[in-house]
């Protein structure tokens, strides 16, 4: 097992990896939601790929974001925004062959999407409740449900979690849920205590803005798009920051997606802080979670969060995001898409049995490699050639 991570790390090949993760894996059925929004200039789409966007560069369903991004955008000529859903290094697809399959299953799926009806859209509304907060709004009979939390001992939010928003909305008539981990409050390295967060509030929350949105009335309403790339970083990867400014008439509020992998501690809340000072009521700060440039050597916890290398530029970027994105509202029509893609290899628990042994691995590996550069430092001194067969 180690010596494909070697081959990955120190050869960037990662075929064997790939091939030695997807042995491991389990195939399951993965559910796709998207929500449409048609335009007369560019379709917007949001896409739930039901799939998390791992392990690390170059291997799986890393970089799925900014290669769906790019497949939309020359296949439909159209914006997809991969979210990050409520899940965890167990739903990677650990070979870029499959998750180039969920791609295309995706893009299939919505390249039809305007046989579905058309549904109009509440506002989003929040909920603070113990160390979440959640936002819903309606799409026709579907939640969107953006769930961010203030515990910065909190990495991806869980799938059972996920589970008790769906009974929730299903006792309330709800049929579809739309859901988004924010994944955008992380501190590193993690402070040395448990976390205090309880899945109960992050229900709770959900119910109460559910119950709010469920009583508003739905709107016709304008949409504009933005988006201002942050390039050579180590913290953002290739989409830069993507800004979706929703018009209701009487509020305007914005989704801001950050191409990265989580963001340090407080950036959320100093970029939400900002964008109101553009003409905004409220403001969501998501992560898509994506791997691009997850899997750095020598970093904690092996990447580094959104905000990690200059907090102040994305702060000003999602702001200048927001105002490029209200100036290209226009109408829209809404609708929602589902689907699922069959026979999908996900990863279970291969990552943490893989990362295990890596690790104890690594350790010797290191000792021996700085006893070799030693010696091979001094030989080189002594002017001395040697060769290791």
């Known amino acids: 097992m180690f010596r494909p991570y070697l081959e990955y790390k120190l050869g960037g090949r990662g ?4 091939a030695l993760l997807k042995s491991t894996s389990k195939r399951s059925k993965v559910k796709l939601t998207a929500v449409c929004f048609e335009r007369d200039s560019q ?25 769906a991004f790019c497949a939309f955008r020359d296949e439909l000529g159209a914006v997809a925004l991969f979210t990050h859903p409520f899940s965890s290094h167990e739903k990677d697809i650990p070979s870029k062959e499959d998750a180039k399959r969920v791609l295309y299953e995706s893009l ?11 549904v109009r859209m509440t506002p989003f509304f929040r909920s603070s409740r113990g160390a979440f907060d959640v936002w819903v709004a309606l799409c026709g009979d579907t939640a ?20 008790g928003l769906l009974r929730e909305g299903e006792s309330l008539g709800v ?13 590193l390295p993690p402070p040395n205590r448990p976390s205090g967060a309880r899945y109960e509030d992050l229900i709770e929350g959900y119910r109460e803005a559910l119950n709010r949105a469920l009583v508003s009335s739905k709107f016709s309403m304008r949409i504009g798009y933005a988006n201002v790339p942050l390039d050579g970083r180590q913290d953002v990867g290739p989409l830069g920051v993507s800004a ?38 409220e403001v969501l700060v998501v992560t898509n979670d994506n791997h691009v440039l997850t899997g750095i050597f020598n970093v904690e916890g092996g990447y580094y969060p959104v905000g990690a290398r200059d907090g102040d530029l994305v702060v000003e970027s999602s702001a200048q995001a927001v105002e490029r994105a209200v100036h290209d509202l226009s109408r829209c029509e809404i609708r929602v898409v589902t689907a699922e893609v069959n026979d999908v290899p996900l990863l279970g628990d291969g990552l943490s049995v893989l990362l295990g042994v890596t690790i104890k691995a690594l350790q010797r590996f290191k000792r021996s490699l700085v006893a070799y550069l030693l010696y091979s430092f001094l030989l080189s001194a002594l002017g001395t050639s040697f060769s290791v067969g």
Do not use: W
């Not at 917007?44 to 290669?67: Q, T």
């Not at 799926?109 to 009806?117: F, K």
């Not at 989704?255 to 009521?281: C, F, P, S, T, Y």
């Open 15 to 18: 075929e064997s990896l790939e």
């Open 144 to 163: 969107i449900c953006v769930a961010s939390s203030k515990d910065p001992t909190v990495d991806d939010l869980p799938e059972n979690a996920l589970e």
């Open 175 to 187: 049929s579809n849920l739309y859901d988004v981990d924010a994944h955008s409050n992380i501190s």
């Open 43 to 67: 379709p917007l789409f949001m896409v739930n790929s039901g799939v998390h966007f791992g392990p690390f560069d170059g291997i799986g369903s890393s970089s799925l974001p900014s290669d």
């Open 108 to 118: 299939e799926a919505l390249r039809e999407h305007s046989r579905n009806p058309p």
């Open 244 to 281: 979706l400014v929703f018009d209701f008439g009487t509020s305007r509020q914005a989704l801001i997606i950050i191409d990265g992998n989580n963001m340090v501690e407080g950036l959320a809340q100093r970029i939400a802080n900002r964008v109101k000072q553009v003409g905004i009521q």
